[in-house]
């Protein structure tokens, strides 16, 4: 069984910044794709960042505006979200996904989310 578990989200103010971590267990292999979104109030989930494995430069969401970076670790199948200069419009919940491919079956899978609240 997959899973894929979110740390890291918390209060902060705005200008603060915050390190996420997304841990995967029982993958038996590394996923093509992992990343971060989110869900703002009232929003629909989107995009912030993902990486693939074994790529030079990661995709971002123009609202990050250079102020966030993620990385992973392709072994453990580990993906971070270092965020910067945060400001209210951050506040989300933040979810981890893994996206790849394992004998000839696509997999797509989510985290339960880490809550990231930014005061103004």
């Known amino acids: 069984q997959v899973r894929l578990e979110e740390s890291g989200g918390g209060l902060v103010q705005a200008g603060g910044s915050l390190r996420l971590s997304c841990v995967s267990s029982?993958?038996?292999?590394?996923?093509?794709?992992m990343g971060w979104y989110r869900q703002r109030p009232g929003h629909q989930r989107e995009l912030v960042a993902n990486?693939?494995?074994?790529?030079?430069?990661?995709n971002y969401a123009e609202f990050v505006k250079g102020r966030f970076t993620i990385s992973r670790n392709n072994p453990r199948n580990t993906v971070y979200l270092q965020m910067n200069n945060l400001n209210p419009d951050d506040t989300a919940v933040y979810y981890c996904n893994g996206q790849g491919t394992y004998v000839h079956r696509a997999y797509d899978y989510w985290g339960q989310g880490t809550r990231v609240t930014v005061s103004s």
């Open positions: 990486i693939r494995s074994g790529a030079s430069s990661a």
């Open positions: 029982g993958s038996r292999f590394s996923f093509d794709t």
